[in-house]
């Protein structure tokens, strides 16, 4: 067996090994392992083909490669648990990151003519690449691949697609290394750059992940500072009247006395219910008892009221909740937002929101529903509404997606008469 053969062996462990780590599984630890060694064996097989049977058939060479291309990125379809542009990007950036070991191994047997130097070589170097990548940017990695944002992965796959190519030009096809060394400072300046392009990409869309989920806190403690400060609006407001009523009512109680010595005990009916009334209005209105849920109801409501649109609310929110709180008040704000927002577009008067919030009896439970005039189109793909407002518009829904999936729940919506209902509930 050549340096070749061995090599490419090599190579094709690499390979396997890095789809295992740096790919979320959708099996078992088993059954991964288990189709990453079938691949393994289905690559080995096919390098039999262009390196012993047909070594000098470029064409031979090219289909192989072909063939191995799309075994190695049907691998990561088959144990990938997310199938998405994220998902080829990790395969893509596999191949990639083996070709730079069996570069390695092809310098080095050119340097050194020694297949054991040239084989431990390439050992070495795909050892210290992979505990380089799995320490700067597995973790990084694997959080995305966890995520629900689609962003521009597919546009990104062409950074690998572009590499791939550059080191099949320069290395292998048409013109192999060996039969051109003056290629190798063109090739070893090319791993470099690949390897810098990924961590500099990487780490500048986990700084960009960060900035995004601190601009949505941002405007998550905004809203809630805002139905903090209607509560406290509220509650002066209605201690201002309660005194006025205090102050008012011996006046009422003289004018209670007079109308029962003259027997005029309707009257005495319309006082009290004047009395009952200005006490209601200045009621403080407590839609639930978990803080964080309450600041943001009365901020919705209060935003609902402003736009003309009635909500007719039922919320039982515990004070402890089994997740986040402020995860949960983001998603009930998102929803609510989305609702009130379409309602308020209508020229009618009657703009009608329902919403039932219940985490009770082991189980979470948010239905809105509300009327529509435009058209909502569905996402095949999540089943949830498609923002018709353009680019950056529809991280909200994103955002109730992910807290879905977190506690483990499923969400769905539907249109029925005229009504767009949206249902989410999950076991706790």
């Known amino acids: 067996m050549n340096y070749k053969n061995i090599s490419y062996t090599i190579s094709h462990l690499f390979l396997m090994l890095f789809m295992y780590l740096f790919i979320v599984h959708r099996y078992s630890r088993k059954k991964t392992a288990g189709i990453c060694i079938v691949s393994f064996w289905m690559l080995r097989i096919t ?26 990125q049907c691998t990561g379809v088959f144990i990938a648990k997310h199938r998405n542009g994220k998902l080829l990007f990790a395969g893509l950036s596999a191949s990639n990151y083996v070709i730079a070991g069996s570069v390695a191994a092809t310098i080095l047997y050119i340097w050194t003519e020694d297949l054991m130097i040239s084989m431990m070589g390439s050992v070495a170097i795909h050892a210290v690449i992979l505990f380089i990548l799995y320490g700067r940017i597995r973790s990084i990695w694997l959080r995305y691949q966890e995520k629900e944002t689609e962003g521009n992965w597919w546009e990104l ?149 402003q736009c003309g649109a009635a909500v007719r609310l039922e919320a039982v929110v515990p004070r402890e909740l089994p997740f986040n709180d402020y995860e949960f008040a983001a998603v009930i704000a998102n929803l609510l937002e989305n609702a009130v927002r379409c309602v308020s577009a209508f020229h009618r008067k009657n703009k009608l929101v329902e919403a039932k919030i219940e985490c009770a009896d082991g189980h979470v439970l948010i239905h809105i529903q509300n009327e529509y005039e435009n058209e909502i189109q569905i996402d095949a793909a999540t089943g949830l509404p498609q923002s018709q407002a353009g680019e950056g518009h ?28 949206l249902m989410l509930f999950a076991k706790i």
């Open 157 to 305: 796959c062409l950074i690998p697609v572009f590499f791939y190519c550059g080191f099949c030009t320069l290395a292998f096809f048409p013109i192999k290394l060996e039969d051109n060394p003056q290629n190798i400072p063109a090739v070893l300046s090319f791993i470099i750059t690949m390897f810098v392009a990924y961590v500099v990409v990487i780490r500048y869309l986990e700084s960009e992940s960060e900035r995004t989920g601190i601009y949505w806190k941002n405007i998550f403690f905004e809203s809630y500072i805002k139905g903090l400060e209607d509560q406290y609006y509220l509650v002066q407001r209605s201690e201002q009247n309660l005194k006025i009523l205090r102050h008012d009512m011996r006046h009422y109680s003289s004018m209670i006395d007079s109308l029962l010595s003259q027997g005029a005990y309707d009257e005495i009916r319309n006082v009290t219910a004047h009395i009952k009334a200005v006490s209601d209005e200045n009621r403080v209105v407590k839609y639930c008892e978990n803080l964080m849920a309450n600041s943001i109801l009365t901020h919705m409501m209060e935003r609902a009221r």
């Open 47 to 72: 390098d039999y083909l262009k390196l012993n049977l047909y070594p000098d058939s470029q064409m031979c060479y090219f289909f192989v490669t072909i063939f191995q291309i799309l075994v190695t």
């Open 394 to 421: 529809g991280l909200g829904m994103q955002s109730v997606q992910a807290f879905s999936n977190k506690i483990g729940g499923n969400i769905g919506c539907y249109c029925e008469e005229g009504v767009f209902h």
